[in-house]
């Protein structure tokens, strides 16, 4: 079960969606899970040259997407609502502002461009 909780357009433009994944995993416990999404649409600019945005793209497609997930298991049920409270704070002193940089974009897009050239065999099938 996913619970939209929050969209945000952040500073840098990308809109980011927070949503609550937590789900039951006994009667008197949940798995408690935040996951966080940003959309990024490729651009030629954050590339080397146009093979590496040709590759990402044809790999991944027009766009790729952030993701971030905290969780805790075996949460009492009592307890569930704080303990999201609390990965969300956790998320939002630590890790929101790089996602608002100016840069994180590009990073991003660089990142999976690393992860092709890293082991550029398990893409191959994308490439054909």
């Known amino acids: 079960m996913k619970t939209l909780v929050e969209t945000t357009v952040l500073d840098n433009?990308?809109?980011?969606e927070i949503c609550d994944r937590s789900?039951?995993?006994a009667a008197?416990?949940?798995?408690?899970?935040?996951?966080?999404?940003?959309p990024v649409r490729l651009e030629?600019?954050?590339?080397?040259?146009?093979?590496?945005?040709?590759?990402?793209?044809?790999?991944w497609g027009d766009?790729?997407?952030f993701e971030y997930v905290r969780e805790r298991t075996f949460v009492g049920n009592d307890a569930r609502?704080?303990?999201?409270a609390?990965?969300?704070a956790a998320f939002r002193t630590h890790t929101?502002?790089?996602?608002?940089?100016?840069?994180?974009?590009?990073?991003?897009?660089?990142?999976?461009?690393?992860?092709?050239l890293g082991n550029p065999c398990a893409y191959r099938n994308r490439l054909q």
């Open 13 to 16: 433009g990308l809109t980011m």
């Open 23 to 25: 789900r039951p995993i």
């Open 28 to 38: 008197d416990t949940t798995k408690v899970e935040l996951y966080v999404r940003v």
């Open 44 to 59: 030629r600019g954050f590339f080397p040259g146009d093979e590496a945005f040709d590759v990402v793209r044809r790999i």
């Open 63 to 65: 766009q790729i997407v």
């Open 81 to 84: 609502e704080a303990v999201f």
């Open 86 to 88: 609390e990965l969300l």
């Open 96 to 116: 929101l502002p790089y996602l608002g940089r100016p840069g994180f974009a590009r990073g991003v897009a660089l990142a999976r461009y690393r992860e092709y």
